[in-house]
């Protein structure tokens, strides 16, 4: 019986390795498998949605996704046993996406149609940073997401300025257009305003009154100022990370151990320590 | 007769607190009904132009939006009242505001049409930054007003060049296209030019000659190069500001003159001087 | 003879000063009269080409339009009488746009619908610089136009690049959508490549085929990378000039007179004087 | 015998300096010559492909493609004979463009619709940079091609992330819009999502549901912010470039060791020193 436990044990910790680890071959080919049958089932679901090939190929998409499900399942399942606080990864970002990704296949057995939302395993893929571990792409990443997160109170400022600014033309263009050529309510104007400030202009809806075309032409002028505000904001954060890219040669101060300085300072502004 | 004025200035300092006031836990849950209800009557507005809800619902849509304007009509009936100088609430920004929010309801009784302007509404949500009155983001909507103040010259200056590109373009273009596929007249090319610029592109017009399909490759190469203009306006000013977050007292160090220190500097980073 | 002479000489100065000059009240006068008519001449020859208003008002615009020219004409043989080396302006930007402006008109007399070629009178617009002479449009004009400048060769050798690889696409396009959809030639597909490439869409022209849907994909995707590289350019440049502001104080070296330094130098880049 | 290999030799030496040579006047004519020819090459094989032009000038084209393909393969094999090592050559990007630019015109002897490939020798046009070699352009594209180099970290990671937001919100769209207005199938939702992602907008695919207007919507203004990235990032690069421009030797200052002084500095604006 001890022995039967132990012998457990080394399962546990063997699989532990594989499954959670990159350093090993084994876990490093683990890894790779599992990222190819991400990206394999991801786009299973894909070809089922289109109409000509699912009726050609039906069953074998179906037996596949199965498969794959089974092999997710079993991995969902070790990935709880092999680790000792299992509630922390059920509850993470990643345990609750893992199960997401499994959950929809067997949804499918009781009600039809929600296969389709199997495709919430894309967001899996995520885990190629995990895996990759590069540390060029990881320090990458790191620069990328602290410069948006370093903007993020200015775009938010700015997104709910441009919201008020979109229902009040949204609501002018309606009253101009008068119900003529797709401007058949406040809420068709606004987002024909968000289709018309974000350069996008799809043309499903387009002023045909030359007062609604003049006030559309000032839209998009304005929209030309407003596109410049959130690349402005990220750009200048990502400028700031990038002339003191913290991984590179961060040398922190000497005296104090700060990294935000000048990079043509002379002294510390933190502490005054000469450089 | 004077505890009834007493009583009377008790009210109005009670009443102005709740009002103006963002402190008290009476002000706050007040701002935050007020909130709501904007938020409410915007959306009920919106409602009210959709044909397939509006006959629905005509009724209780009107009912609710008069029931709005009433608290509205009380409120600034209040915010006059409990104020030392009105006259100086009255003129100013929120103040005409406040009361173009509804004056169209009421104007509705006599005139056709006019309750969707009471759309003007939504502009009432920029009180939300008074209300909020959080640090970081006034902070921030400090800084992203000054960036687009500072650039306010330049913007200005590049507008005019680029009318005065899309006046010719358009004429070329009118000249070009003859009449043909929407090009009816000159400022309808102007319409289609902007729209060509701004890289919307509808498709409402589009040429189809293969000169005009020339000159119309040439007018998105070089909106490409122009749209890099004003954003580039924008994102200088956006860097400086954020590299000199000004908001928080600007002294030049006392030792070199020098502005360019980060904001939580304790020594200046040119000569060493200590602040 | 001799006091005619005397007093041709003396409104020749008296002219002069009126056309060329902008700090009399009179010079200033003259100039917002000739902006309006500018203006007026534009709005004219526009609403001649919009059918339905030409129909109506066809006899008022043309004798409108012959005053103008008129009024021009007189002020352009003005500018030539009043001033001392009359080829200097004759061959001048201005003069020759001012010579354009007048031309087409007289030309209508003998050719049919060459007044459509007046539109030629908006560059005259441009003088607004002139006219306006004030410091901070004209500091900001010229640190845009020093910025454009210093991108210029940069932004030449990015547009080639782009014109190569739109080439290139257009012909893969062509080859995959086969005459489909609007391929119907290489140069209509490198047409559909920079209407895709820029971001501007019509829609006149979209890939049916899987193929060339995912080929226009990855094309969007590049034009998102591509779009990119003008607006950097640009931006760096702006930056620059904003970062040292020369209109603000463009204290010259005292050594050497040149005004390419550093924000914060201590000694002359071009020369070592200490500052 | 001896005479004739002497000869041969001179010939090869000749040869050499005008193909790649660019500082005699033979080789710089040559350059141009060849410039003009794939010009022309280009521009016939596109003309080859408009219907209406290719049906009057059939035979007139294909007897000029010839002339230059024979012209081509008449270079290729002298730039492999007057060589001293040919297989550097033959596998270099010029080479292989080269091989690539006469190749299609004989296939197309044997195979049909193969000439349209010639298309492959507007890649040849990169030359035009080996044959200006003018020192502002090409230090121009240098500053240019770092640039773009060093942001293609960030790039590789942020279009990874918008794959993934992509194939979500692509099959978000499938099932909102539930097989209407061309959402068909998960791969052409995708298609839509990057369509409007990247504000290009063709408007063949646009959604008609409130709720699916809503989802775009909210799309378009990700959309917005998304595109501020990839700006930012190449901005960074480009001023960081433009700030200190490497390509002239960039030696720090013996003196203080600083690498920031404008290129064409003589003393160090830090320090003082004489360069």
Avoid at 44 to 53: C, I, K
Avoid at 91 to 111: E, K, T, V
Avoid at 129 to 152: T, V, Y
């Amino acid at each position: 019986m001890q022995r039967v436990k132990s012998q457990y044990q080394r399962f546990k910790q063997k699989t532990h390795i594989i499954i959670y680890g990159t350093s090993t071959k084994a876990g490093r080919l683990f890894d790779f498998i599992l990222l190819g049958l991400i990206l394999l089932s991801v786009a299973l679901v894909m070809m089922e949605t289109v109409a000509s090939f699912d009726q050609k190929y039906h069953a074998e998409l179906v037996f596949l996704e199965w498969i794959i499900t089974i092999f997710f399942t079993l991995e969902y399942l070790l990935r709880i046993l092999t680790i000792t606080k299992p509630y922390k990864y059920l509850f993470s970002f990643y345990g609750i996406i893992d199960l997401l990704a499994i959950l929809p296949m067997y949804l499918s057995l009781f009600f039809l149609g929600t296969s389709v939302f199997s495709v919430v395993r894309s967001l899996r893929l995520l885990r190629l940073f995990k895996i990759l571990n590069h540390p060029q792409f990881s320090s990458q990443s790191i620069q990328l997401r602290q410069a948006i997160n370093a903007s993020r109170g200015k775009i938010v400022v700015f997104i709910y300025f441009v919201l008020i600014i979109t229902i009040l033309i949204g609501s002018i263009m309606y009253v101009v257009e008068d119900n003529q050529s797709g401007f058949t309510s406040i809420p068709a104007s606004i987002y024909w305003t968000i289709v018309t400030l974000t350069t996008v202009g799809y043309g499903d809806i387009s002023p045909v009154t030359p007062l609604g075309q003049f006030i559309a032409s000032f839209v998009m002028i304005l929209g030309y100022g407003i596109l410049a505000v959130p690349t402005g904001i990220v750009t200048a954060e990502i400028a700031r990370k990038t002339a003191n890219p913290s991984p590179k040669c961060p040398l922190p101060c000497s005296g104090c151990g700060t990294e935000e300085y000048p990079p043509n300072a002379n002294y510390c502004p933190q502490c005054g320590q000469a450089f």
